[in-house]
């Protein structure tokens, strides 16, 4: 129960926003994607004894996150497409987040991955439906720069902590493999995006050296070497980095 508690300590103390254009519908459906990966990251550091203080804190906010920003899309979407998208979201919500804030087993860990498997491209589905509406390139940019936040939590949620936790389960390497090889094609689009202003270009510039960085120790994973905290540490500076720039291509988007 001491799991539970907490996040819903953390719930109550959460505001409640509005949102208010189509850019931040897209910026909060691709944090809910985000969100969808680093719950179970953080569920497996906590039961892998990697810096399991500072996840079980994040696993907490993460919850209680995606709860909030889950009632704000409720609030804002009409259309009947985004809706019945949103809907499936909410089922599959419903199954992992009591999971998620139970005590961390790799039996556990098995249902979760595959759960958030399933509610990273429910959340991915209602991104581009998002994306559809308004200003369709701006609103693209915004998009793609959300995914890569969530691929960064990604790499290391399900793919990367799991095998560094040998949980046993099929195609976790491919994955990580493919999910590695998305995420240098998001980046690589960011990198040209038209939008980008000096401000994004000195931001995205740090994020390519630090994603350099990680790379060579995430690569280590096949002589099965693995250094968790190192890379938690620096893909948590690459989330918070890719963060600004969502926000930045955000409000390009409101403006064009």
Request: overall charge positive; proline content about 2%; glycine content about 2%.
């Given at each position: 129960?001491?799991?539970?508690?907490?996040?819903?300590?953390?719930?109550?103390?959460?505001?409640?926003?509005?949102?208010?254009?189509?850019?931040?519908?897209?910026?909060?459906?691709?944090?809910?994607?985000?969100?969808?990966?680093?719950?179970?990251?953080?569920?497996?550091?906590?039961?892998?004894?990697?810096?399991?203080?500072?996840?079980?804190?994040?696993?907490?906010?993460?919850?209680?996150?995606?709860?909030?920003?889950?009632?704000?899309?409720?609030?804002?979407?009409?259309?009947?497409?985004?809706?019945?998208?949103?809907?499936?979201?909410?089922?599959?919500?419903?199954?992992?987040?009591?999971?998620?804030?139970?005590?961390?087993?790799?039996?556990?860990?098995?249902?979760?991955?595959?759960?958030?498997?399933?509610?990273?491209?429910?959340?991915?589905?209602?991104?581009?439906?998002?994306?559809?509406?308004?200003?369709?390139?701006?609103?693209?940019?915004?998009?793609?720069?959300?995914?890569?936040?969530?691929?960064?939590?990604?790499?290391?949620?399900?793919?990367?902590?799991?095998m560094a936790w040998t949980v046993d389960l099929k195609n976790l390497s491919s994955s990580f493999e493919d999910t590695l090889k998305e995420y240098e094609s998001g980046?690589?689009?960011?990198?040209?995006?038209?939008?980008?202003?000096?401000?994004?270009?000195?931001?995205?510039?740090?994020?390519?050296?630090?994603?350099?960085?990680?790379?060579?120790?995430?690569?280590?994973?096949?002589?099965?070497?693995?250094?968790?905290?190192?890379?938690?540490?620096?893909?948590?500076?690459?989330?918070?980095?890719?963060?600004?720039?969502?926000?930045?291509?955000?409000?390009?988007?409101?403006?064009?």
């Amino acid at each position: 129960m001491k799991f539970l508690s907490i996040a819903l300590l953390f719930f109550s103390a959460v505001s409640h926003s509005e949102i208010v254009s189509v850019a931040e519908a897209i910026n909060k459906a691709g944090a809910q994607s985000m969100l969808s990966q680093r719950i179970v990251k953080d569920y497996i550091m906590i039961g892998s004894h990697i810096k399991s203080d500072k996840a079980h804190k994040e696993l907490d906010q993460a919850v209680a996150l995606f709860e909030q920003q889950h009632l704000e899309l409720l609030d804002f979407l009409e259309d009947p497409a985004q809706m019945r998208a949103l809907n499936q979201i909410s089922k599959t919500w419903e199954s992992l987040r009591l999971k998620a804030i139970s005590k961390p087993s790799k039996e556990m860990a098995k249902e979760l991955i595959p759960l958030s498997d399933k509610l990273y491209i429910q959340s991915n589905k209602l991104l581009s439906l998002l994306e559809k509406k308004g200003n369709v390139h701006a609103n693209h940019t915004v998009s793609i720069s959300s995914k890569q936040r969530m691929l960064s939590q990604r790499i290391i949620a399900k793919l990367y902590m799991a095998m560094a936790w040998t949980v046993d389960l099929k195609n976790l390497s491919s994955s990580f493999e493919d999910t590695l090889k998305e995420y240098e094609s998001g980046l690589a689009e960011l990198n040209k995006a038209e939008e980008n202003t000096p401000a994004i270009q000195k931001k995205l510039k740090k994020i390519n050296a630090q994603w350099t960085f990680s790379k060579a120790g995430l690569s280590q994973y096949e002589q099965d070497r693995f250094v968790p905290t190192l890379i938690s540490v620096t893909t948590e500076s690459i989330l918070k980095k890719m963060d600004e720039v969502t926000a930045d291509y955000q409000k390009i988007a409101e403006n064009s």
